[in-house]
């Protein structure tokens, strides 16, 4: 079936610094990536997305590359902001007659230190 | 436009009984995703509704049941009340329910006393 594995968190890291998170899938045919996020209390936005492979989907100084050979859809951001203190969840869906279907990483945990 | 708004968005009920969830879509979307997420689970799919007809359907007992109205709203009910349905359940809208973007709600949390 279909899969998505994020990097364990919880991931911390000061003001200013580099962010990468890993994100793999397992899917047949040619799914559609997502990066949402949620702030506490709140439901998920979507943060970016890319259809197909190589496209780069970015937002807010956010971006990811689908690397289709290497099945991943990694999250990165040059310089994070404590307002970017969230949880990030990758996501897929297959097409087909996967209607309406997200699958879910398991989220990672972000926290941003002044 | 108005995003998908969900109701109520707490609720507090005892194991055995039973609740309805409400999700109102954005305007023009016809299709509506159910989810629950929970700390341990995740986030799983529960269901997707298309034009008043399911489509798509997550591994849930059949306690758990939705439907969708002629203006593309949706109920989700969850009978028979179990503890481990506490959770947040969150609905989304897209226009198709293919591989286009959802847009969530902020979900309704669900404590099952």
């Known amino acids: 079936g279909n899969s998505v594995t994020q990097m364990e968190g919880p991931v911390t890291l000061s003001e200013e610094a580099f962010l990468t998170i890993n994100c793999t899938y397992t899917a047949t045919g040619y799914p559609s990536l997502f990066w949402y996020v949620q702030y506490p209390g709140e439901g998920l936005q979507l943060l970016l997305k890319?259809?197909?492979?190589?496209d780069k989907g970015s937002n807010k100084g956010f971006e990811a590359t689908y690397r289709k050979e290497t099945t991943s859809f990694h999250l990165e951001k040059g310089s994070v902001q404590v307002s970017d203190s969230a949880v990030y969840f990758c996501a897929l869906n297959a097409g087909g007659t996967s209607y309406g279907k997200l699958t879910f990483g398991q989220g990672t945990i972000l926290t941003v230190h002044p | 436009k108005a995003g998908v708004t969900q109701t109520p968005r707490y609720l507090i009920k005892t194991r055995g009984q039973q609740v309805t969830l409400s999700c109102s879509p954005i305007s023009g979307h016809r299709s509506v995703s159910w989810y629950q997420q929970t700390p341990g689970q995740g986030l799983q799919f529960l269901f997707e509704y298309f034009s008043e007809t399911q489509r798509n359907k997550g591994n849930f007992p059949g306690r758990f049941s939705g439907r969708q109205f002629s203006n593309s709203r949706s109920e989700m009910n969850v009978s028979t009340l179990e503890l481990g349905d506490s959770a947040l359940y969150l609905c989304a809208s897209s226009f198709l329910g293919a591989q286009e973007t959802q847009y969530f709600g902020p979900g309704t949390r669900l404590l099952v006393l």
């Open positions: 890319a259809t197909k492979a190589d």
